[in-house]
């Protein structure tokens, strides 16, 4: 079966850096999507990780490694509007499958 | 704004309605999905239709009817459903359904009450 683990929900300040894990046990893979999913709204493509190492897009970096089934998502000067759900999704078989985390609810306070 | 579009953006039914969700992606994807996202729980695949062909039905009850009629549009059906297929239904689409970082776009959902 496909698992994917990451926290419920956590608290950050405004300003610092946040780092959200995720781990998986999975059928295959074929890389590892993070979303964010605003109340309400549609969830938004953040990053894209096959290869094992970090991605890095502004304040948002991904990293992965697939020998141990992990990945993170690491947001920097985090800002209030970056309050949100984050969702680890992970693309499995020869199909487009993903399969997601519960996502991560992050509250940003000042 | 993602380039998919739902409607309606909220629905009330009854068990005995019939009702039809409609999504339309003005992105020239290939592939498009409905997805069911219940609180506390993870997104869960329903259907993923790829050039107006279903290419998998995840064990989906017969209530939920998906029909592909061009490869922009997408809509699902729903019959005598139950108060536990309350939800928010997303749709999404990708270029294809397979390949390496085929990103999914989502729309903004419907939030579906079944009384």
């Known amino acids: 079966g496909q698992n994917i683990d990451q926290p419920t929900e956590m608290t950050a300040t405004e300003g610092a850096i946040v780092q959200i894990n995720c781990t998986y046990q999975t059928s295959g893979f074929n890389g590892l999507f993070w979303y964010q999913q605003h109340a309400g709204e549609a969830p938004t493509f953040l990053s894209y990780?096959?290869?094992?190492g970090l991605e890095e897009k502004g304040r948002f970096s991904s990293f992965l490694s697939r020998s141990k089934g992990y990945s993170y998502l690491l947001l920097k000067e985090l800002q209030m509007k970056d309050s949100a759900s984050y969702l680890c999704?992970?693309?499995?078989?020869?199909?487009?499958?993903?399969?997601f985390g519960t996502g991560t609810q992050l509250k940003v306070e000042l | 704004e993602t380039g998919v579009t739902q409607t309606p953006r909220h629905l009330v039914m009854g068990m005995t309605n019939k009702k039809s969700l409609k999504c339309e992606q003005h992105l020239g994807h290939n592939a498009m999905y409905w997805y069911k996202q219940s609180a506390k729980k993870p997104l869960e695949l329903m259907f993923v239709y790829s050039l107006e062909e279903r290419v998998e039905n995840n064990s989906v009850p017969s209530r939920f009817s998906p029909e592909c009629p061009n490869s922009s549009h997408l809509f699902l059906h729903l019959h005598t459903l139950q108060p536990e297929d309350s939800a928010l239904y997303l749709c999404?689409?990708?270029?294809?359904?397979?390949?390496?970082?085929?990103?999914?776009?989502f729309g903004p959902g419907t939030r579906l009450t079944v009384l």
């Open positions: 999404a689409s990708s270029q294809d359904h397979r390949g390496l970082h085929n990103e999914q776009f």
């Open positions: 999704a992970v693309y499995t078989g020869g199909g487009n499958k993903l399969t």
């Open positions: 990780n096959v290869l094992d």
